[in-house]
């Protein structure tokens, strides 16, 4: 099961850190990633990360403020948000892929977490 936490109300310039726990599995040895939903709209490619943390890709959205990680010891990933913008504002998701790889494809992961929003005030 993923749980994912951090999300809530900033305004905008403001920064969150999002975490994703695993409980009952390890995620040390599968890609992981971060998607997001805005209200009425398809959900979208955020971050992704590989097995070991050294390889990661962006969402030209959010690339140079969103910064995803990874800590295998505590079977966690986390999504560092600086420089929220409203049109951050969405349900954000992480992941698990089908393998180490990280993956800008939705359908390359099999699990998904509950999601937690993400409302950027401007």
């Known amino acids: 099961q993923l749980q994912a936490s951090g999300g809530g109300l900033v305004q905008a310039g403001d920064s969150l850190r999002l975490s994703c726990a695993a409980s009952?599995?390890?995620?040390?040895?599968?890609?992981m990633g971060w998607f997001r939903q805005a209200l009425g709209k398809e959900r979208k490619f955020v971050a992704t990360?590989?097995?070991?943390?050294?390889?990661?890709y962006y969402a030209d959205s959010v690339k140079g403020r969103f910064t995803i990680s990874r800590d295998n010891a505590k079977n966690t990933v986390y999504l560092q948000m600086n420089s929220l913008k409203s049109e951050d504002t969405a349900v954000y998701y992480c992941?698990?892929?089908?393998?180490?790889?990280?993956?800008?494809?939705?359908?390359?992961?099999?699990?998904w977490g509950q999601g937690t929003q993400v409302t950027v005030s401007s």
């Open positions: 992941a698990v892929a089908q393998n180490v790889y990280p993956s800008v494809l939705d359908y390359a992961y099999d699990y």
């Open positions: 990360i590989n097995w070991s943390g050294d390889t990661t």
């Open positions: 009952g599995r390890s995620l040390s040895t599968y890609g």
